[in-house]
């Protein structure tokens, strides 16, 4: 089926900390692999994302790596601070990149 | 530029009734798609919208339905309500599609009693 798994669920870490959310998706052909960040009350936001032809990329604290054979990418985030505390999403493209499925979403919190 | 505005940002509902929301997206973004979101399931994907074409939808009953018009203006309405249609809807708003960046709007807050 169309479903993107994601763990985990939550995360609590301290200030200074790296931490990590991984994801599996089961579309083969799924191409493109963002991750959001949704602050309490806020809209979710674009923080970084990945496509299926590169298998790392970073952007400062943030990033974001893709195993195509396992099925599976993961975000890290190094050097945690308390402003990264949100809900975080990883999504992917299914249906020949027709749609954007989601994970469950992982609450981080960073404790100073 | 302006972002992805979504009117209203608050609705209550009685069951049984129906309810539309709009959507304006980014000027230049010809696709627009919408999502559920709700404590319990988390981002779930309605449908896609792209030049006033249906052209992906996700598993959800015919009472969700959606349109697109002309300037990429988008709406969404629901007919029937039940309890359970009670979320934060969420448009988004991307130049092409899915596999491309999509920006969100702050969303509608619908809540049916």
């Known amino acids: 089926g169309e479903n993107v798994e994601q763990h985990p669920s939550t995360l609590s870490v301290q200030e200074g900390d790296s931490a990590v959310i991984k994801c599996t998706y089961s579309?083969?052909?799924?191409?493109?692999f963002p991750w959001y960040k949704q602050e309490l009350g806020k809209r979710p936001q674009l923080i970084i994302d990945i496509r299926s032809n590169v298998g790392e990329k970073k952007d400062q604290r943030i990033a974001v790596t893709l195993n195509k054979t396992a099925k599976h990418f993961s975000l890290h985030i190094t050097e945690t601070q308390p402003e990264d505390s949100a809900v975080y999403f990883c999504a992917a493209t299914y249906n020949q990149g027709g749609k954007l499925i989601f994970g469950q979403g992982t609450e981080l919190s960073v404790k100073p | 530029k302006a972002g992805v505005t979504q009117t209203p940002r608050y609705l209550i509902k009685t069951r049984g009734q129906q309810v539309t929301l709009s959507c304006s997206p980014i000027s230049g973004h010809r696709s627009v798609s919408w999502y559920q979101q709700t404590p319990g399931q988390g981002l779930q994907f309605l449908f896609e919208?792209?030049?006033?074409?249906?052209?992906n939808k996700g598993n959800f009953p015919g009472r969700f339905s959606g349109r697109q018009f002309s300037n990429s203006r988008s709406e969404m309405n629901v007919s029937t309500l039940e309890l359970g249609d009670s979320a934060l809807y969420l448009c988004a708003s991307s130049l092409q599609g899915a596999a491309y960046e999509q920006y969100f709007g702050p969303g509608t807050r619908l809540t049916v009693t």
């Open positions: 919208y792209f030049s006033e074409t249906q052209r």
């Open positions: 579309d083969s052909a799924s191409n493109y």
